[in-house]
């Protein structure tokens, strides 16, 4: 389990861990606590709580303290439960999991689970201190507020098994959020998930070992569901989460343990099965939820910008556009819609 360095040394992480976790899990109600409960929980005079809850503050997490009354964290927090996301899980996805690996703040799922290399092994922070976004960005991950997820998948064939594997998990993305009640998302190509042309998620495909053989592939999806105003600052597009969407259509708050259990029921099916079925089974389904069907579009490689009309994608995942009358097929590049009179 990783924290930024500013909270302790090294050598006391473990125990500063353990000790944060327990500050964490008693405030995560919003309700206050008083400086006695905190220390009895600490096993520390109350005089010495305040240093532990300033370690609070790297979080960013809103603390409250009231003379007579303790300490509260605003609003309260919902923290990810092992058991919680297990029980609500299909039992097929469930029988899936090697490992179910939660920490509370780490570098990057990604990397977390790129060392692990296993198949089943899940890993969810709370907060990443150097989340992965697609082309080297950074995921901006503040603290128990989004779904950091990764998952470990083997595949043999290498490389080429994998192509349309981003576009199928972005197809369980969406049949999860729809689950919860959630609806009107949309994929764009090749690995975002949007709501009214706004970022909910992103995909990131990370590969380890032989790119003729067997391989394994980190799923990393970071999805926004209670994206803090200041956060979502740092976020250099328009992006929208779960809470707005659930919000507009008139819908109770979704838990963001629901959300992980549903997700975790579509994705780890769906990678045991891709090796046999590949994109092809997932094809339909993808096409339904495309944002830029039949629209005007630019597509940006690292060598060219091509304008032309999207026409979907073909059975192997590539991006199939229309230029100046011809179909081409793309397997890279980032799309944009193009506006009305530019060329």
């Not at 040394?9 to 405030?27: H, P, Y």
């Not at 495909?205 to 032989?210: N, R």
């Not at 979907?312 to 506006?339: D, I, K, Y």
């Amino acid at each position: 389990m990783e924290w930024p360095d500013q909270l302790f040394d090294c050598s006391e992480k473990r125990k500063a861990v353990m000790e944060l976790n327990a500050i964490l899990n008693l405030l995560a109600d919003g309700e206050f606590h008083s400086g006695a409960e905190l220390g009895e929980v600490l096993g520390v005079s109350r005089t010495a709580v305040w240093k532990h809850l300033q370690k609070l503050e790297p979080l960013g997490l809103p603390l409250t303290s009231v003379k007579g009354k303790g300490y509260c964290i605003e609003g309260g927090l919902e923290l990810l439960e092992a058991n919680r996301i297990t029980d609500a899980m299909n039992s097929a996805a469930r029988g899936l999991i090697g490992e179910l690996d939660i920490q509370s703040v780490t570098d990057s799922t990604n990397e977390q689970a790129l060392a692990k290399g296993r198949s089943g092994y899940i890993c969810l922070a709370e907060q990443q201190t150097a989340g992965k976004g697609r082309r080297g960005r950074q995921w901006v991950s503040p603290f128990g507020k989004n779904i950091y997820l990764s998952a470990t998948w083997g595949f043999e064939g290498g490389v080429a098994a994998l192509e349309g594997l981003s576009l199928a998990v972005g197809v369980a993305i969406v049949t999860a959020l729809e689950r919860c009640g959630l609806g009107g998302v949309q994929l764009k190509w090749p690995n975002d998930v949007l709501w009214q042309q706004r970022k909910l998620a992103g995909i990131l495909l990370e590969m380890s070992g032989d790119v003729d053989g067997y391989c394994q592939v980190v799923v990393g999806i970071g999805l926004n569901v209670s994206m803090p105003a200041q956060a979502g600052g740092a976020i250099d597009q328009a992006w929208v989460d779960v809470e707005s969407i659930a919000r507009e259509q008139g819908h109770a708050p979704v838990s963001r343990n629901q959300l992980v259990s549903m997700m975790l029921s579509e994705l780890l099916p769906m990678l045991q099965n891709f090796q046999q079925q590949g994109f092809a089974a997932y094809r339909e389904r993808w096409e339904s939820l495309d944002a830029y069907r039949d629209r005007p579009v630019v597509l940006s490689t690292a060598s060219n910008r091509v304008s032309g009309l999207a026409l979907g994608v073909s059975e192997t995942g590539a991006l199939r556009v229309s230029v100046e009358g011809r179909e081409q097929l793309f397997n890279g590049g980032e799309v944009s819609l193009r506006r009305e009179g530019s060329s």
